[in-house]
């Protein structure tokens, strides 16, 4: 199986920075897109930025000039470096990946979405 772990959320103040890490660890083959989502409180989780295998990114129009997401395909590791941050990107951020791996009840390997635990990232104002 598949694991994403998410790593680097925190509290930090208006206009401060983070870096948040996700990385892919099991039976895995090849990953495709991987992306970032975040889901703040009473809202839906909406995707903050995405990237293809071949390192293009797109990204939400509220985190464009602010976020920046790279990956390091040896290490199944993406990050999402974010600067300027607002109190309103306040919310737990989840990493998705698109994977091709073993899968043990399949007998075989198969393509699944998967996703990690989510990581809190406070801003204050």
């Known amino acids: 199986q598949v694991q994403l772990v998410e790593s680097g959320g925190g509290l930090v103040q208006a206009g401060g920075s983070l870096r948040l890490s996700c990385a892919a660890s099991?039976?895995?083959?090849?990953?495709?897109?991987m992306g970032w989502y975040r889901q703040a409180p009473g809202k839906q989780r909406e995707l903050v930025a995405a990237i293809t295998s071949g390192g293009s990114t797109n990204y939400a129009d509220s985190v464009k000039g602010r976020f920046t997401m790279s990956r390091d395909n040896a290490k199944n590791t993406v990050y999402l470096q974010m600067n300027s941050l607002k109190p309103e990107d306040t919310a737990v951020y989840y990493c998705?990946?698109?994977?091709?791996?073993?899968?043990?009840?399949?007998?075989?390997?198969?393509?699944?979405?998967?996703w990690g635990q989510g990581t809190q990232v406070t801003v204050s104002s």
């Open positions: 099991g039976s895995i083959f090849s990953i495709n897109a």
């Open positions: 998705d990946a698109d994977v091709y791996g073993w899968d043990p009840d399949r007998g075989r390997g198969a393509k699944d979405d998967y």
